[in-house]
């Protein structure tokens, strides 16, 4: 990329000064023939794989002369480089400041770049595995003759196999993030396939019963490996951009509900989709590097072979956050589809439609709130937006039309931002040596708070309650949550993750 400037006072001030922006510059070579000078820049700290920065001076007083630079860079970000690359470009030609939502409150480093890429990928995958039963129960009980209790049921049941994941989660942290999450990578979509060819509902649901906490065990190891890798001011938003990535990830089991339309029992299709998923394992396998931050820890001398003791306070504080939580949003969740056919008449093309509409903005939330969290704090933004975004939904299953659109919508993008905030706690709060554990139990904890609001909501609705009225009750676990985190939580936003667990020795991830 070359770019020309006015040979002028302040433009050879300004392109002539090693930048600090999206990328600090160090000077790798300055030379001088007659009038002339030449500068070379290289990286210090940035997220690119190659860069080097050559700026060409005329001597000062040939004004007829231009300022000649040339820049030459590497950017590595898996998968979703066709998003980042055209900004960066932008910023790197223009020599704009790197503002918008794209850009992380910290530099970043090129290890970075590849592992968030890698991760978002992982994400999706994630996403398609825990979201495709929820999608497609309403189309097989249908198709197997199957009640409202029995639906719920089945959804708590799968939600149980959570157990499955757990070995996952203590592995981790004994023998490292990327060997497990290669594994579950790969285990993930080869289990979930096993639905397409289910012969009846209970089959259906034991084999989402293995498969679909693969997908648990995949999306919790990418969240500590995360936490682990990103700077003190951007594991919100590192947790923000992930989620974008899960929603395109369910996105896609959302638009796979076109084929359960095709016949009564094409909701068997939408499972051979998960094939595609192995891609994205077999470049985990190839280029995720461990974290550093375990890497570091797996090389103290005073590690025990035994895992530490889970801090007990913070972990059954965390714990009953995330089982409150769920009491309510497992059903929210599960029940939507199933209020969308049943209620307000939509197909399986509608129904996908009205996700893609309402959850694409959404994303807006997942950015603005990963933000805000990182800059301005979680528990703020969690006190407020949180009560906003349940009540939103409970009016979404109470009312149709335009109410319907524009409760999921508000409800969506509140919910949205509050994520992050609330994800991120689970891997701040615990030292190295038992983080994954800790997110695996608390996400356990999450799971069966769902399983007793599926089991209510289930019954409530068969014995003659509203959606709304259902969720209403439900949403006294939200109330619990809110409480909770402003009488409760620490603020951690700005800290290293070494200052909010003692335990673990101080670590540069520059040089490490």
């Not at 397409?196 to 490996?225: D, H």
């Not at 805000?372 to 006190?383: E, K, N, P, V, Y």
């Not at 994954?436 to 399983?451: D, K, V």
Request: hydrophobic share 50%; charged share 20%; net charge neutral.
């Amino acid at each position: 990329m070359t770019r020309r400037w006015p040979n002028d006072r302040d433009h050879r001030e300004r392109i002539a000064a090693a930048r600090v922006d999206l990328i600090s510059e160090c000077e790798l070579e300055r030379s001088v023939d007659g009038a002339r000078e030449q500068v070379v820049y290289g990286q210090e700290l940035g997220p690119f794989t190659t860069y080097q920065r050559i700026v060409d001076l005329p001597a000062e007083s040939d004004s007829d002369e231009q300022i000649v630079e040339r820049t030459r860079y590497r950017l590595k970000i898996p998968w979703f480089g066709w998003l980042f690359g055209p900004p960066v470009r932008q910023v790197l030609a223009r020599r704009l400041k790197p503002k918008g939502w794209w850009t992380p409150p910290d530099e970043v480093d090129a290890t970075q770049a590849l592992v968030i890429g890698l991760l978002a990928a992982a994400s999706m995958s994630a996403a398609f595995v825990n979201t495709i039963f929820t999608q497609t129960v309403g189309f097989a009980a249908d198709d197997f003759g199957i009640s409202e209790t029995a639906k719920g049921d089945a959804g708590s049941i799968v939600r149980a196999g959570i157990v499955f994941a757990l070995p996952a989660a203590v592995i981790a942290d004994r023998v490292g993030r990327r060997r497990v999450l290669v594994v579950v990578a790969f285990l993930a979509p080869v289990l979930t396939i096993l639905g397409a060819a289910a012969p009846n509902f209970p089959l259906l649901v034991a084999s989402q019963t293995i498969g679909r906490p693969m997908g648990i065990a995949l999306a919790f190891v990418v969240g500590v490996i995360a936490a682990e890798e990103m700077p003190k001011n951007s594991r919100a938003y590192a947790i923000s951009v992930l989620a974008m990535a899960s929603g395109l990830g369910a996105g896609v089991a959302v638009m796979s509900l076109g084929l359960a339309d095709i016949s009564e029992g094409s909701w068997r299709l939408t499972y051979l989709v998960s094939a595609i998923w192995l891609v994205v394992a077999f470049d985990l396998m190839r280029r995720l590097p461990e974290t550093r931050r375990f890497t570091a820890d797996a090389a103290r001398k005073d590690r025990s072979a035994k895992a530490p003791r889970l801090d007990r306070k913070r972990f059954a504080l965390l714990a009953a956050v995330a089982f409150f939580g769920n009491i309510f949003i497992s059903p929210a969740s599960f029940f939507q589809n199933t209020y969308l056919e049943d209620v307000r008449n939509f197909s399986g093309g509608q129904i996908g439609l009205f996700s893609i509409l309402i959850g694409t903005p959404a994303g807006i939330g997942l950015i603005l709130g990963g933000r805000f969290a990182d800059r301005h704090g979680r528990r703020t933004l969690i006190s407020v937006a949180l009560p906003i975004s349940v009540l939103a939904i409970v009016a979404a299953f109470s009312f149709g039309g335009l109410g319907l659109w524009g409760f999921s919508l508000l409800a969506g993008v509140l919910g949205s931002a509050v994520f992050p905030a609330m994800t991120v706690y689970r891997t701040e709060l615990f030292p190295t040596a038992n983080r994954t554990r800790a997110t695996g139990f608390i996400t356990a904890s999450a799971l069966i708070g769902g399983i007793g609001g599926l089991s209510i909501a289930g019954r409530l609705l068969d014995d003659g309650w509203s959606y709304g009225a259902t969720m209403g009750l439900l949403a006294v676990g939200q109330l619990i949550v809110t409480i909770l985190v402003v009488a409760a939580y620490p603020e951690t936003a700005h800290q290293e993750l070494e200052a909010l667990n003692p335990e673990d020795d101080p670590i540069d991830l520059a040089s490490a």
